[in-house]
């Protein structure tokens, strides 16, 4: 279907499934990773000699993968943003989605809020910290006393970059817990207004190259110790609330660059409001779901987004018979007015014969649109599009 490699960054479990969903779509998958991951085990033989093994923290390895790939993409955003910009500028692939720099944003959690209020989506308020004095004056402006939430800004997954602050007292330990601020040279903190959810809610959203975006449905995520355990498709929450998480989701996958899946995560308040807690740059845990439960999976429809996979129509060539004129009806033909048309790839096979009802080849015909799709069919077969598609 396609020629083009897809070049992943990461090659756990998301990326595992990213690469059977382009073998599915027979797009080539190269993933950059330690050996054995994952990812690399599902991919076929001909992607082997395409892997990169070690980290993608490196930037050379980066490159590495730059030089096998066509595009870019990501299956975790703590990687080398440095070593994304270098490729794109010198040059060695065109395309990385998202974009270097929406990665970078989302990888420091901080950074990613200040930019989700810039662009006007709700939030929890957060203040940057360095000492125990700094938590404690944050806890005063909010207003709400304890508990607070002290975060790390980056490398944060599955709740290990949080402490809850229970009083004043758990300050000093949170933080060390943390690796102990900039002070002692760890990560950055921040802390964050204790939000008490009704329930989670997340929304995986997908955004084409042209900027086009769409989300699947609304689902709830239950976390235990910071870590998902049980994802509920669609959330059991009256229609409204669905709508306002998908468009609070879709508004804030709008704020970035770039295209691909985005995974957003939210909390849903008593009185029916929504905050935005942090969204991923890639397939998401709370996404799992569409593979069974979805038309198209968010894997599926990462892999479509990122290439600009469009819709497409495939026609099987087959011989009406053993004469010239058949040969030229049934094969030449078409693949000369595909050959003339812009959208439509032919395939032969090389067989000697034409033979009638034999596979000769095929021609892929990609457009925009169904009914677009549709009319280069109809201008390669004429009216034979019923019959023959
Ligand atoms: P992930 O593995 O999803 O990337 P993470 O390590 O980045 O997680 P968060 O998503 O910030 O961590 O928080 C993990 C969980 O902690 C949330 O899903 C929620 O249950 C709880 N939590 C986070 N922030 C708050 C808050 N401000 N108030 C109350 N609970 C919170
Ligand atoms: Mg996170
Ligand atoms: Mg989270």
């Known amino acids: 279907m396609d020629t083009r490699v897809v070049g992943i960054l990461g090659g756990g479990q998301l990326g595992r499934m990213l690469v059977e969903a382009a073998n599915r779509l027979n797009v080539r998958t190269a993933v950059l990773d330690a050996a054995e991951n994952p990812a690399s085990q599902v991919s076929g033989s001909a992607n082997l000699r395409s892997h990169v093994t070690g980290s993608f923290k490196d930037a050379a390895l980066i490159g590495d993968l730059a030089k096998v790939s066509d595009v870019l993409t990501v299956e975790i955003e703590h990687v080398d943003t440095k070593g ?33 209020i810039k662009h006007g989506v709700p939030v929890a308020d957060s203040r940057e910290v360095t000492s125990v004095k700094d938590i404690e004056n944050a806890v005063a402006e909010f207003g709400n006393g304890f508990p607070v939430m002290l975060k790390s800004k980056t490398l944060a997954y599955d709740g290990r970059g949080n402490r809850v602050i229970k009083s004043a007292s758990d300050i000093s330990q949170a933080i060390s817990d943390l690796g102990g601020g900039p002070a002692k040279n760890g990560p950055e903190l921040y ?43 669609p959330a059991q929450i009256d229609g409204t609330v669905q709508q306002r998480a998908r468009k609070v989701a879709e508004e804030a996958v709008r704020s970035f660059e770039g295209a691909g899946i985005f995974g957003v995560e939210m909390f849903l308040l008593d009185d029916g409001s929504i905050l935005l807690n942090e969204l991923a740059p890639r397939p998401h845990n709370s996404g799992h779901y569409t593979i069974e439960a979805c038309y198209t999976s968010q894997y599926e429809q990462h892999i479509r987004a990122i290439l600009d996979i469009r819709r497409s129509i495939m026609i099987n060539l087959l011989g009406s018979g053993s004469a010239t ?65």
Not at 100 to 113: G, L, V, Y
Not at 210 to 231: A, D, L, M, R
């Open 84 to 116: 994304l910009d270098a490729v794109l500028s010198q040059g060695i692939v065109k395309h990385i989605h998202p974009t270097p720099q929406t990665i970078r944003i989302i990888q420091d959690k901080f950074r990613q809020k200040q930019h989700l």
């Open 191 to 233: 802390v964050e207004k204790w939000i008490p959810f009704q329930r989670e809610l997340a929304v995986m959203v997908a955004r084409s190259v042209s900027g086009n975006i769409v989300s699947y449905p609304c689902v709830e995520t239950v976390q235990k110790n910071n870590v998902c355990h049980v994802v509920v498709a």
């Open 325 to 389: 004129s058949d040969l030229e009806s049934s094969v030449l033909r078409p693949c000369r007015i595909a050959h003339e048309t812009t959208g439509a790839s032919v395939h032969l096979y090389g067989k000697a014969a034409c033979q009638k009802g034999r596979k000769m080849g095929h021609i892929t015909l990609t457009a925009d649109s169904m009914p677009q799709a549709a009319a280069l069919a109809s201008k390669i077969l004429g009216d034979d599009l019923d019959a023959e598609t």
